[in-house]
């Protein structure tokens, strides 16, 4: 596992940024919209910034990214509980803590529906 996450690290510093999802434009729309929050991740009881919560789940996704076909496998499957502990993840966002799941879907919903939008607006 520390060799994993020293290759993840690697890849961070020497690209300049968070090595992200490749191929599933929902999942790294999440990885970036976490990344840009100026919410507090909950993990396991600790807080940790956007960012690296951000790259503590692409470093996760990368490993099971085979087994995770959809943003809404990675919601339930990846970001909303620690695959260790099982202790569910939490945002705190302006004072208020709601679970991750609900966040992200929250999150993935508007970006469907405003792709939606744009969608009909095309045709």
């Not at 990885?31 to 692409?58: M, T, W």
């Not at 004072?95 to 095309?122: K, M, T």
Request: glycine share 6%.
């Amino acid at each position: 596992m520390q060799i994993l996450s020293l290759l993840f690290f690697l890849g961070v510093f020497f690209s300049g940024g968070p090595v992200f999802a490749e191929g599933n434009e929902e999942i790294e729309y999440l990885l970036s919209y976490i990344a840009a929050s100026d919410c507090v991740f909950i993990r396991n009881g600790k807080e940790h910034q956007p960012q690296k919560a951000s790259e503590h789940l692409a470093m996760k996704y990368s490993h099971v990214k085979k087994r995770i076909k959809t943003a809404d496998d990675f919601i339930d499957k990846i970001a909303s509980q620690s695959s260790i502990t099982r202790r569910q993840y939490k945002i705190r966002c302006g004072g208020v803590q709601i679970p991750a799941r609900q966040w992200l879907r929250d999150a993935l919903e508007s970006r469907r529906i405003s792709a939606e939008s744009q969608e009909v607006v095309r045709e």
